[in-house]
């Protein structure tokens, strides 16, 4: 039989290990939200530590609930568990039953955080944040309940532990405020300016090695000639080069994320090239010299419980890097089409290292396109493409929006169908307010305004000039991202865009 004091240990036990596993979960999850480690953290690995301590939090709760009802000292009933204000036990006479109560709403709380986690793909995003932002006030709220009706209040351990949690629940709260930065940083901030300075950090870079991983396909490394490290990156990033010719061109990294000494990058010569891929295949020597801006990011990987990869053709190349930074067990498979496996880079070696995960379509050894219908089956996880737009377009019409994450090589044609009219702008930053007309470019507008904003490709596919935008509607004509996600952010690419409302107000 177990002895009468057992329940209470256990109690006073299970209590402070799930404050300690609550706490430690919002840091970790703060973590995750700003990425204020990267490029050295791994999305993946801090969501599933954030889900699993999360998980055990609750455990321990229920632990420490079953063990107050066990005890016969405390003598909890499952009213007095279940329904604030229900339980008579007090330690703080002057408070009556608000501290019992507390600990009741703070367990509802705690369900409903991690209840509406595990439907985060179904519920409205602006549902859950909000729902989920409560887990910040959980944490603080909760050592009220310790502190108001624990017994080892006095004990010099128990102080010492109330301490260091509240303690690290304020540090996280500030890293919170002090980092509000979301997943797709803007391009201004990777760079290090502010949106209305016209810095493009160019940097000169030798070209140090070229090969022919595939036919008609371009390997360049390039290296900083001063032997200074490079700027680190993150999967997805792109490089802008400047080449001699006048053009800007952006190319997808796909080299070795912890080599700070070089960059590597893969070209196809486009059969109708507008002359950056011609040029590069025809020109571009090893030991030149060339223009170097970036690395910018608007395909970052996010966290999800399983990956699926597409990628078609050169598409591959912000892919690859994905797959290599991902965790040995962290679930993920990779389809690649092409037309013929003498086309496809890095085909041979991709299934070399990852053997059954990889699967390799050569439309001319299978006969037939790819069929999405039947790789999509019964997967539930997030969708990461790169390729020619048909794949794109066929990929939008079967995965749901929250599941697909894709980049583009060429701008989507969305202005044949949209009524120009002329609007306002409003430079916040300035104090400058003009008038953009209808068959005037925004960004030439704010250029002439004092704006200085930069650009580069010039098609609303590179996201090189984004700023936010303070005010007014937006009229999303680029290919960047999704509509949703810029508004969600506040952001818009002016090289393209323009506004649907009277008047727009811009960050600069």
């Not at 030798?206 to 022919?212: D, L, N, P």
């Not at 006048?246 to 960059?263: A, E, N, T």
């Not at 011609?278 to 060339?290: A, D, P, R, S």
């Amino acid at each position: 039989m177990l002895d009468a004091q057992f329940w209470w240990y256990l109690t006073r036990a299970s209590a402070v290990i799930a404050w300690s596993l609550m706490v430690i979960s919002v840091f970790w999850g703060i973590l995750l939200a700003t990425r204020i480690l990267k490029p050295r953290d791994n999305p993946s690995w801090l969501l599933d530590l954030h889900r699993w301590l999360s998980g055990l939090s609750i455990v321990f709760v229920g632990l420490h609930m079953f063990s107050l009802y066990m005890d016969s000292y405390a003598h909890f009933s499952i009213s007095d568990l279940f329904i604030p204000f229900h339980s008579q036990y007090t330690k703080v006479a002057s408070l009556g039953a608000w501290p019992v109560a507390i600990g009741v709403i703070c367990t509802y709380i705690l369900l409903a955080v991690q209840g509406t986690s595990l439907m985060m793909r179904r519920l409205p995003r602006k549902y859950w944040k909000a729902i989920h932002y409560s887990s910040y006030l959980l944490v603080l709220v909760i050592s009220f309940h310790a502190g108001w009706s624990g017994t080892d209040v006095s004990s010099f351990a128990y102080r010492a532990i109330a301490i260091l949690l509240i303690g690290l629940t304020t540090v996280a709260l500030i890293l919170r405020i002090l980092f509000p930065k979301p997943a797709r940083t803007l391009a201004a901030q990777v760079e290090g300016r502010r949106p209305n300075q016209n810095v493009e950090n160019l940097v000169s870079l030798v070209v140090s090695e070229i090969a022919y991983p595939a036919t008609g396909i371009k390997q360049i490394n390039f290296e900083n000639p001063t032997g200074a490290p490079l700027k680190e990156w993150l999967p997805g990033s792109h490089i802008t080069l400047h080449l001699p010719n006048g053009l800007k061109r952006q190319y997808s990294l796909c080299g070795d994320l912890r080599d700070k000494d070089s960059y590597t990058i893969s070209v196809l010569q486009a059969p109708q090239s507008r002359g950056g891929s011609e040029w590069i295949h025809q020109e571009l020597k090893q030991g030149m010299t060339v223009e170097v801006s970036g690395p910018h990011n608007h395909f970052e990987i996010e966290p999800a419980k399983d990956y699926l990869f597409i990628a078609g053709g050169i598409g591959i190349t912000p892919i690859k890097a994905m797959i290599e930074s991902l965790p040995t067990k962290k679930a993920w498979s990779l389809v690649y089409a092409g037309r013929s496996r003498s086309s496809m880079a890095y085909a041979s070696e991709l299934e070399g290292m990852y053997q059954d995960r990889v699967t390799i379509h050569s439309d001319e050894e299978a006969g037939h396109r790819i069929n999405l219908d039947e790789i999509l089956k019964d997967f539930d996880g997030d969708v990461y493409t790169c390729g020619p737009e048909p794949l794109l377009a066929a990929l939008m019409e079967r995965v749901p929006a929250g599941r697909l994450h894709f980049e583009r090589f060429n701008a989507v044609e969305r202005s044949s169908s949209v009524t120009l009219d002329e609007f306002t702008v409003v430079l916040k930053r300035s104090g400058k307010k003009f008038q953009v007309t209808k068959d005037e470019s925004l960004l030439n507008a704010i250029n002439q305004n004092g704006g200085s904003l930069i650009s580069s490709c010039g098609e609303g596919v590179c996201g090189t000039c984004e700023v936010r935008f303070l005010g007014g509607s937006p009229q999303h004509l680029d290919s960047v991202m999704s509509d949703e996600d810029k508004d969600e952010i506040g952001v818009m690419y002016p090289c393209v865009s323009r506004s649907n409302s009277d008047e727009l107000i811009l960050d600069i």
